[in-house]
């Protein structure tokens, strides 16, 4: 595939449709890749080419950022929610125990009467 301007755009109504060269619509994506990640492109399948309509992210620290966001989107990176399951697990794991034992003294103690 080889970056092309022969995109066009159009007004049509109130929004603006991309023409390729060989007159077929575009659709507007975004990419998810780790190079552009949240980038909008256009590409025809028919004609090989494709044009990015965004600038470069200024920054990797951006590129990451949006990256990992895809990432999450997509279940990939679990790391950050297992962590704060596995956190929430402990709490209800103590706060089962201390109940319990609160439950067990209440019994005993209606027991011991």
């Given amino acids: 595939m080889s970056t ?5 755009s159009r007004l049509i109504g109130d929004k603006i449709e991309f023409f390729c060269h060989c007159n077929r619509q575009l659709r507007v994506q975004t990419s998810t890749s780790r190079a552009n990640p949240g980038k909008r492109y256009v590409k025809c399948d028919t004609c090989r080419v494709y044009e990015f309509l965004d600038d470069d992210l200024p920054s990797q620290y951006y590129k990451d950022l949006v990256y990992g966001f895809f ?3 997509r279940g990939r990176d679990n790391g950050p929610m297992i962590e704060a399951l596995a956190l929430e697990k402990s709490k ?3 706060e089962l125990k201390v109940t319990k034992s609160r439950l067990e003294d209440e019994l005993n103690s209606r027991n011991a009467k």
């Fill in 4 to 8: 092309s301007s022969s995109a066009q």
């Fill in 71 to 73: 990432q999450r989107q």
């Fill in 92 to 94: 209800l794991e103590e």
